[in-house]
Each structure stands twice: as C-alpha cells, then as structure tokens.
C-alpha cells in the first residue's frame, strides 16, 4: 500500500476528524487520496489535502492535488555552489539561503470548507506514522 494509505484510516477513526491535511510529500498525499476515494469520500469537500514537491503524478490523480513547489534544482545548484566555495574557503562563515516556494492550486484544496465548519481541523502528516495535529 502506499504512503498514506493507512494513515488516512487513522485520521478517520478521530473522534473529531481533520478536515484538511498537509503531507509533507506528494507520496504521502497520493496515497492518503486513495484511500479517501475508496472510503468513498468527497475531496475537498469533506477533507482537503495539500501535498509538497509538485511531483508530476500531483496533476494527474483523480482529483488533482493541490500542492508545494519548492524549487528541487534550484536548490540543488545553491548547495552544490556552497559546497565548492566551502571545499575553496573553509572557513567560510554559515550562510542562509532562501528560495521562494510556490503553492500550486488544484482540485484537491478549492471548496473544500463547507460553509458549516466554523472551524479547520488539519493534520500535518511530517512521515509514515508521524503526525502533528492543528487546531486553527
């Protein structure tokens, strides 16, 4: 089964469960969607799930997943110049490098608050077996 999977058992089984959940992954996400779509769930309409990556599988499940771009190459190349002006000084001070992540709005997100939910419950799923729960 896939990431997620058996995680969405979990969250269903709560007494008050969330009704939106960032995955740290799209894995995660994708298989969370799975299961939901077998539990014969409505996405986003009884849960919303963001995922993180923006892998290529994200637009094409069947409901498309709303989710975190984070720029992977770029990051790559920034690290892989640090890394050689480390390996050239290194002695070279500690040094903080931000890049901008985009969020990507798909199906899995729009709509997904009814209008009778005065408050959101969500789920960060961080790995397999890994939770933090949020009130907001």
Do not use: W
């Amino acid at each position: 089964e896939p990431a997620g999977y058996e995680e969405t058992d979990y969250f269903l089984q709560l007494p008050n469960p969330p009704t939106a959940v960032f995955c740290t992954n799209d894995n995660l996400a994708v298989g969370m969607l799975k299961r939901l779509q077998e539990k014969k769930l409505e996405i986003p309409k009884d849960i919303a799930i963001v995922g993180f990556d923006d892998l290529r599988i994200a637009s094409y499940t069947h409901v498309p997943l709303t989710t975190v771009s984070h720029a992977q190459f770029e990051t790559g190349k920034k690290a892989a110049e640090r890394l050689l002006k480390l390996i050239e000084n290194p002695a070279l001070p500690p040094k903080t490098i931000t890049l901008k992540p985009k969020l990507i709005i798909r199906e899995s997100t729009i709509g997904g608050l009814s209008s009778s939910k005065s408050k959101i419950k969500s789920v960060s799923l961080k790995r397999k077996n890994q939770y933090e729960y949020v009130k907001s």
